[in-house]
Structures are given as structure tokens and as C-alpha cells.
């Protein structure tokens, strides 16, 4: 059963066909993930499971998070990602999730956060247009009226405007595997993924049957 997947992107590269034709794909190491906690509806209400992921020092992992984990096993891992699913059979607390559970031409969805561009103006950020570059124009990327100066009197919550660029998280999917490299722990997706390389990646099979969003 494919529940879903933590990963880290390691970058772009190309993919050639049978066919010859160069394919854009993304390489991500995915796992292996521990399963550290099961959460069943006689218990907590609904049914799901929790990854960790990742290896970090015990010393920046906090008491209760290193007691938590000590359930499950005894190294400290730096992400942790629940999934709801619909049935625990075959899940056991402890047990490794590995790429074995994808396969190729498989789709999925992939989470991540976008790269930070810091403050942007108008233009890049929104993708406005610019005013005249003539000489005597003093607007060339200036945002230019922002509401009414009379009634209301105010500028409206919502209104695009220059700020901060990136660093959200968003879902590309329907992203086609390509290829699954079981010795490496790696995915190669066809296209692009959220982040920059190194970038913490959620991977989670497309159309899931009977699976609930995730927190």
C-alpha cells in the first residue's frame, strides 16, 4: 500500500526516451521513511500514520520529541509528515516506507515549498505591467493608484502589491515516475517540483482512493 513518501530534491536533469526525445525530469531522494506513530479511530478518531524523516543530531531534538521517537526507534529524525489513510492493515510502528512502494508510470503529487525571492516588486512578483519608459515618465514600475481617495478611503485587504516572493508551499501534480532506483532510494519524475535542491519534498500517490487530505 502507497501511502505517501517524504523526499529531498536533489536536482534537474534530462531523461531520454526509447524514442531518443530528451524528457526534463527531477531526481529525489525519497526515504526510507520510519513509520513513528499509527493513529486508529478508537483512538484518535480517524485513521493515519506518521513518517520521520531525515537524521539529525539528538542534541536538536527536544525531550519530548526524542521520547516520541524512541517509540518507533532509537535514531532522532528531523521531519515528521502524517497521512491519512483508510485502513492500518499492514502498517507496523517502527517498520521502514522505501520507494519499493512506487512504481514506474505511477503518478503523484508532489508538495514543497517555492524558492524565497525576498521583497519583489509589482512586476515580478504579480507580473504587472510597466509604464512608459518616455522621457518626462516618473511611474516606469511604480504601482500607480491603489483605490479611491474619497469613498472608501481605504485600500482594500487583498490588494497585490509589492512585498514578499515565494517561500510557500504549493502542489504540482499528476507528475508521471519515470524511473524508481531501489539501491539509491531515488525517484526520477518527469518535470519540475517545488524548491530549490536540497528542499524537503512530500510525495504522495495521485487520485488516492479512499484517503483523506493530510494535515
Not at 539529525?56 to 524512541?70: D, E, M, S, T, Y
Request: hydrophobic fraction near 30%.
Amino acid at each position: 500500500m502507497s501511502i505517501g513518501i517524504l523526499g529531498k530534491k536533489l536536482g534537474m536533469s534530462q531523461f531520454f526516451d526509447e524514442e531518443g526525445r530528451s524528457i526534463p525530469v527531477t531526481l529525489i531522494e525519497a526515504g526510507p521513511c520510519r513509520i513513528t506513530q499509527l493513529k486508529s479511530t478508537s483512538t484518535d478518531g480517524y485513521n493515519a500514520v506518521q513518517l520521520g524523516f531525515g537524521e539529525v543530531r539528538p542534541k536538536l531534538v527536544n525531550k519530548p520529541a526524542q521520547g516520541h521517537l524512541a517509540k518507533s526507534g532509537d535514531d532522532p529524525l528531523r521531519h515528521l509528515k502524517e497521512y491519512r489513510v483508510a485502513s492500518l492493515d499492514g502498517l507496523e510502528l517502527g517498520s521502514s516506507v522505501t520507494v519499493s512502494a512506487f512504481e514506474p508510470g505511477q503518478k503523484v503529487d508532489v508538495s514543497g515549498d517555492t524558492m524565497g525571492r525576498g521583497f519583489a516588486g509589482l512586476q515580478k512578483r504579480h507580473g504587472f505591467s510597466r509604464g512608459p519608459m518616455s522621457h518626462g515618465s516618473k511611474n516606469h514600475r511604480e504601482p500607480g493608484s491603489i483605490g479611491a481617495g474619497t469613498t472608501p478611503g481605504r485600500v482594500y485587504p487583498g490588494k497585490r502589491m509589492a512585498g514578499r516572493y515565494g517561500g510557500k508551499q504549493i502542489t504540482t501534480r499528476g507528475l508521471v515516475i519515470l524511473k524508481v532506483d531501489h539501491e539509491h532510494n531515488l525517484l526520477v519524475v518527469k518535470g519540475s517540483v517545488p524548491g530549490k535542491p536540497g528542499a524537503l519534498l512530500n510525495i504522495r500517490p495521485a487520485n488516492r482512493v479512499g484517503a483523506k487530505p493530510s494535515h
